[in-house]
């Protein structure tokens, strides 16, 4: 599913099977679903820069839409 930003920009995907984050490269917001994982959802608010290192890691790979 894309998502929109307030921005008016596209949110790209980004999962682990478990946990979903929608991420805009634009202004940076960020939006997340934890699959009941809410510690994870605590360590990407108080450090948001983890998500680019989890992306780096191949932790979070791209969720890919076919049209």
């Known amino acids: 599913m894309k998502h929109k930003c307030e921005c008016e920009s ?3 995907e980004y999962t682990d ?3 979903d984050i929608w991420l805009c490269y634009r202004c940076g917001r960020f939006e997340g679903a934890s ?3 809410e510690d994870f959802m605590q ?3 108080n450090d948001p820069l983890l ?3 989890l992306i780096e890691d191949k ?3 791209p ?3 076919k049209s």
Do not use: P, Q, R
Request: glycine share 14%; hydrophobic share 50%; charged share 10%.
């Open 17 to 19: 099977g478990t946990h």
């Open 10 to 12: 596209n949110m790209y």
């Open 43 to 45: 360590h990407i608010t």
């Open 59 to 61: 932790v979070l790979i």
């Open 35 to 37: 699959g009941g994982d």
């Open 51 to 53: 998500i680019l290192e």
């Open 63 to 65: 969720v890919i839409f």
